[in-house]
């Protein structure tokens, strides 16, 4: 069974674009720091401009092992800090998904 948490997020109307995928760039090393393998997306159709972030999980077990240590992180919690006093992306949702089949 695998589980996939995903954050959606838009760039706000005039903001570096350059600047929000340089912290999307640093988040996901910390994912990674973390055990996490993500992927960065665009979206291409549907909500065309958004930019999805995702990691993928075995089990909810390994989600939790690399979410209880990436929020434990000093420099997780500063680059959340750091993200959103930039101004310059909106988040749009958050997903948690499990497989229900394969």
């Known amino acids: ?17 350059a600047k929000f995928m340089e912290q999307v760039q640093s988040g996901a090393a910390l994912w990674k720091k973390h055990g996490a393998a993500p992927r ?6 549907g909500e065309i ?4 972030f995702s990691a993928e999980f075995k089990s909810y ?7 209880e240590s ?5 420099d997780f919690r500063a ?11 909106e988040w749009v949702r958050s997903n ?4 229900l089949t394969h």
């Open 79 to 89: 680059w959340q800090a750091k993200s959103q006093e930039s101004g310059t992306s």
């Open 49 to 52: 401009g958004n930019t999805a």
């Open 40 to 45: 960065v997306w665009t979206v291409s159709v």
């Open 96 to 99: 948690l998904l499990r497989e």
């Open 1 to 17: 069974m695998a589980v996939i948490v995903q954050y959606v997020f838009k760039a706000v109307p005039g903001a570096s674009v």
């Open 61 to 67: 077990s390994d989600y939790a092992k690399v979410m």
């Open 70 to 74: 990436l929020t434990a992180d000093p």
